[in-house]
């Protein structure tokens, strides 16, 4: 079975300073990768995606990820974080002959102090 | 697109009572997805629909639990003689659905009804 490692649980950061989440996830074969966030009394929303080609990917906000094939990674970075960036953020994956089923990490929670 | 809703919101309920939740998905959208989330964790995957066939059970879900989609539209997710070991935030996803192999699949989520049982 597939899992997923988010090894940060919490995370706290002054705002401008830069911001990586590691995501490892279990699986040889080929994967989908997806970065979902949470703010304070929302539904979770996605970030950004990986499907295939350039391994950086940018999403919303000003958040990118990489894809390390070798490392089983897909971290999570942004530069600098602002105080709206306080939230969980979740990494996903699924798995391209079973793209029904997502599996998830425990989360990280970021909380950015102004 | 009005996105994913869920009804109720919150369910406080007895041991033993049984509860039902519905799930909106988007219109159109002819995939949608169960999740259970507990405090700490992410969110599990329970079961999913291909529009009204149930396609996959995880084995998280015990007999007490049985989802429907009718109509290939909304969705309920009933648990019967409720445990507290049920309390928890169940959410629901839904996709367009890929008509082929490989397809970029990408879910969208619902805000969830949180669940307690005293």
């Not at chain 1, 597939?2 to 090894?7: C, R």
């Not at chain 1, 940060?8 to 401008?16: C, D, G, P, Q, T």
């Not at chain 2, 291909?50 to 007999?63: C, F, G, H, I, T």
Request: charged share 20%; aromatic share 14%; glycine share 8%.
């Amino acid at each position: 079975a597939q899992s997923v490692s988010q090894h940060n649980h919490h995370v706290i950061l002054s705002e401008a300073a830069s911001l990586e989440l590691g995501c490892n996830y279990s699986y040889g074969g080929t994967v989908n990768l997806f970065w979902y966030v949470q703010y304070p009394g929302q539904h979770l929303q996605l970030l950004l995606k990986y499907f295939s080609g350039d391994p950086l990917v940018k999403g919303i906000k000003g958040f990118e990820a990489e894809f390390i094939k070798s490392k089983f990674s897909f971290n999570l970075r942004k530069p600098s974080v602002q105080w709206s960036d306080t939230a969980e953020y979740f990494c996903a994956v699924n798995a391209r002959y079973n793209f029904n089923k997502f599996y998830f990490g425990s989360g990280t929670k970021l909380n950015v102090k102004p | 697109d009005t996105g994913v809703s869920q009804d109720p919101r919150h369910k406080i309920t007895k041991r033993g009572q049984n509860v039902t939740f519905r799930c909106d998905p988007i219109s159109e959208h002819n995939r949608l997805y169960w999740y259970r989330q507990t405090l700490g964790q992410g969110p599990e995957f329970l079961t999913y629909f291909q529009n009204e066939a149930q396609l996959e059970k995880s084995r998280l879900l015990s007999d007490r639990f049985s989802a429907e989609r009718p109509k290939g539209s909304f969705s309920t997710l009933e648990i019967q003689r409720t445990e507290q070991g049920d309390s928890a935030m169940y959410l629901c996803a839904s996709s367009p659905g890929p008509w082929g192999q490989g397809v970029q699949e990408t879910q969208y989520f619902g805000p969830g009804t949180r669940l307690l049982v005293l």
